[in-house]
């Protein structure tokens, strides 16, 4: 099967070329992708660009007849998405590769992120020593900086599209990665501040035969949750640490998006869920917390985390949210909450340690949740009975999910 080679073949043809001619001499059989639209390509390509903008349910005379770039590059991402989803599913695909700046980085990525975990993606990019978790998403998607402009090939970029093509060509070449056991798999969601939580339910729930994938709930996390959840990989949810609904409804950096905990309840897949750390909205270091916030109560975690505790009313809105989506979900679904504390530094004697706080966030669950059984336990979330509370609910969710099937 091909790697297919994703780059705007006007402006990026040579580079691409030389890219190809590496993976081959590899013994990787490659096929160029013209995602380009304004100016002809300077190299043949195995896919053209009028079949790229057909994908995406256009033409390539109507994009050019517009001759906004912006939109091609949009309208070429589409159809690059498509297709490499359209070849793997019909077993014609290796890998994907892309070259490019912001526009061809754009496009390479989208057509990556369509492919699911464990297809090799390298995309080689001008952009990539900066942030790039929008182009990356939930996707293991390796990113590679080109260090200067793909623009000609000379004594940096040769040594960069070489090492990149036999990277690329490494990925493909190494061989079916060898599978593990075949137990059913629990996604659970974890921060540092609710890992002992975690780690004793995650015991519990492998000595019951499950195999666990902790994620860090730090805004990327979650989203590749809920993106495995939906590629259906997950039997079970844990999602004891939900304090990405808290940046999303209050402003923090570590937001999932407004789609966090939606994915388990729309497929029907057996969660419980709690309210780990949604004592707090995280930033960086001190200087990035926002003005508006400054007078707050703010926590240094570290020189590149602050922590800002949640106040009542925000609680309030983070519960309703939590009880919102927890109520629409189709399938077994529970809520559990520790009246002591929801994190290491909510607890009696601790900075975050807020009653009233706690009682708010409660109260909206309560009142959001509709017929979603919510129980409180008069623990503290890191306590070992309540991590054990946790896995015994959702293994009974598991047990009655199997009842219905």
Same mark, same amino acid.
């Given at each position: 099967m091909p790697v297919y080679l994703f780059a705007t073949l006007d402006t990026k043809g040579t580079e691409a070329a030389f890219v190809r001619d590496v993976l081959r001499r590899a013994g990787v059989e490659t096929r160029l992708v013209d995602t380009g639209c304004l100016g002809e390509p300077t190299v043949a390509p195995d896919v053209s660009r009028a079949e790229v903008f057909a994908a995406a349910g256009t033409s390539l005379e109507v994009v050019r007849a517009k001759g906004d770039r912006g939109e091609a590059v949009t309208r070429a991402a589409e159809g690059a998405a498509r297709l490499a989803e359209l070849w793997h599913r019909e077993g014609k695909l290796a890998g994907a590769m892309g070259l490019g700046g912001s526009a061809g980085t754009t496009i390479g990525t989208a057509a990556m992120r369509a492919l699911p975990l464990g297809v090799p993606k390298l995309m080689v990019s001008t952009l990539a020593s900066g942030e790039v978790s929008h182009y990356v998403g939930a996707?293991?998607?390796?990113?590679?900086?080109?260090?200067?402009?793909?623009?000609? @090939?000379?004594?940096? $970029?040769?040594?960069?599209?070489?090492?990149?093509? +036999?990277?690329?060509?490494?990925?493909?070449?190494?061989?079916?990665?060898?599978?593990?056991?075949?137990?059913?798999?629990?996604?659970?969601?974890?921060?540092?501040?609710?890992?002992?939580?975690?780690?004793?339910?995650?015991?519990?729930?492998?000595?019951?035969?499950?195999?666990?994938?902790?994620?860090?709930?730090?805004?990327?996390?979650?989203?590749?949750?809920?993106?495995?959840?939906?590629?259906?990989? @997950?039997?079970?949810?844990?999602?004891?640490?939900?304090?990405?609904?808290?940046?999303?409804?209050?402003?923090?950096?570590?937001?999932?998006?407004?789609?966090?905990?939606?994915?388990?309840?729309?497929?029907?897949?057996? +969660?419980?869920?709690?309210?780990?750390?949604?004592?707090?909205?995280?930033?960086?270091? @001190?200087?990035?917390?926002?003005?508006?916030?400054?007078?707050?109560?703010?926590?240094?975690?570290?020189?590149?985390?602050?922590?800002?505790?949640?106040?009542?009313?925000?609680?309030?809105?983070?519960?309703?949210?939590?009880?919102?989506?927890? $109520? $629409?979900?189709?399938?077994?679904?529970?809520?559990?909450?520790?009246?002591?504390?929801?994190?290491?530094?909510?607890?009696?004697? +601790?900075?975050?340690?807020?009653? +009233?706080?706690?009682?708010?966030?409660?109260?909206?669950?309560?009142?959001?949740?509709?017929?979603?059984?919510?129980?409180?336990l008069d623990l503290h979330i890191n306590d070992p009975e309540f991590a054990e509370a946790c896995a015994s609910t959702l293994l009974g969710l598991l047990r009655v999910k199997a009842q219905r099937s």
């Amino acid at each position: 099967m091909p790697v297919y080679l994703f780059a705007t073949l006007d402006t990026k043809g040579t580079e691409a070329a030389f890219v190809r001619d590496v993976l081959r001499r590899a013994g990787v059989e490659t096929r160029l992708v013209d995602t380009g639209c304004l100016g002809e390509p300077t190299v043949a390509p195995d896919v053209s660009r009028a079949e790229v903008f057909a994908a995406a349910g256009t033409s390539l005379e109507v994009v050019r007849a517009k001759g906004d770039r912006g939109e091609a590059v949009t309208r070429a991402a589409e159809g690059a998405a498509r297709l490499a989803e359209l070849w793997h599913r019909e077993g014609k695909l290796a890998g994907a590769m892309g070259l490019g700046g912001s526009a061809g980085t754009t496009i390479g990525t989208a057509a990556m992120r369509a492919l699911p975990l464990g297809v090799p993606k390298l995309m080689v990019s001008t952009l990539a020593s900066g942030e790039v978790s929008h182009y990356v998403g939930a996707k293991d998607v390796c990113m590679l900086n080109a260090v200067v402009d793909i623009s000609g @090939i000379n004594r940096v $970029s040769r040594r960069v599209l070489t090492r990149a093509a +036999q990277a690329m060509a490494g990925m493909v070449n190494g061989g079916a990665i060898a599978e593990g056991d075949d137990r059913p798999v629990i996604a659970a969601t974890m921060f540092g501040v609710t890992t002992p939580c975690v780690e004793r339910a995650r015991k519990v729930m492998e000595s019951a035969g499950y195999e666990v994938l902790v994620f860090h709930a730090t805004g990327v996390g979650g989203k590749a949750m809920e993106s495995l959840i939906r590629d259906g990989v @997950i039997a079970g949810v844990l999602d004891i640490t939900t304090t990405e609904l808290a940046d999303e409804n209050v402003g923090g950096f570590l937001t999932a998006g407004p789609t966090r905990l939606t994915a388990a309840g729309s497929l029907g897949i057996p +969660q419980l869920v709690s309210v780990g750390a949604l004592d707090m909205a995280n930033f960086h270091g @001190i200087d990035s917390v926002p003005e508006r916030f400054r007078a707050r109560k703010l926590h240094r975690h570290n020189a590149n985390v602050t922590l800002m505790r949640t106040t009542p009313e925000e609680n309030r809105r983070i519960g309703a949210d939590l009880g919102r989506k927890v $109520s $629409s979900a189709k399938g077994p679904t529970a809520v559990l909450l520790p009246r002591r504390g929801v994190s290491a530094i909510d607890r009696e004697g +601790q900075p975050f340690d807020d009653p +009233q706080a706690r009682a708010a966030l409660f109260a909206a669950i309560r009142e959001h949740a509709g017929a979603v059984p919510v129980r409180e336990l008069d623990l503290h979330i890191n306590d070992p009975e309540f991590a054990e509370a946790c896995a015994s609910t959702l293994l009974g969710l598991l047990r009655v999910k199997a009842q219905r099937s």
